[in-house]
């Protein structure tokens, strides 16, 4: 995609620090890490999100995550990771080609994901599992 600014990093036109590269899938670091090390990964190829992309991507980006995630703990001495991926700008997606944040975790590092609980209603939730798995038949 012409536009797309992760393409312009994929086609080179745009720096980057690569830590990974292979025909299907390349990684970089974020410009505005989370924290060091934060890393994402992606398919060359452009799709907007993770469910719109195909089954070679979606295998080829989950042993990329695998295979980096590991490299980054050991790299950074991570205690832990953050494997996230943002769909829609309702969700916090900001550039729209498929990508998986990996973000290294250390203890007491400010960041905080924890976020306020919502409570069914009395029979919502066997309602709703029921209408997602009838969505899956
Ligand atoms: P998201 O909010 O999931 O769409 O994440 C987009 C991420 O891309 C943000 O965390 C940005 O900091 C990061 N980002 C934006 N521009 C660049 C760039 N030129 N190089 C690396 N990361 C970038
Ligand atoms: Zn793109």
Redesign the pocket.
């Known amino acids: 995609m012409k536009d797309c600014?992760f393409c312009k990093?994929i086609r080179k036109e745009?720096p980057?620090d690569i830590v990974y590269e292979d025909k299907s899938i390349i990684a970089?670091?974020?410009?505005?890490p989370a924290n060091k090390g934060h890393t994402?990964v992606m398919p060359k190829n452009h799709s907007n999100n993770l469910l719109e992309d195909n089954e070679d991507d979606l295998k080829n980006i989950s042993l990329a995550v695998k295979k980096i995630g590991n490299a980054i703990m050991k790299a950074t001495n991570a205690e832990g990771l953050n494997i996230i991926s943002?769909i829609n700008s309702v969700a916090?997606?900001?550039?729209f080609h498929t990508?998986v944040?990996i973000i290294p975790r250390f203890k007491d590092d400010g960041i905080n994901f924890k976020v306020q609980r919502r409570y069914y209603d009395e029979g919502e939730s066997k309602k709703l599992a029921s209408k997602i798995k009838t969505l899956l038949k």
């Open positions: 600014l990093i745009i980057a970089f670091f974020d410009i505005n994402l943002n916090g997606q900001v550039v990508h944040h």
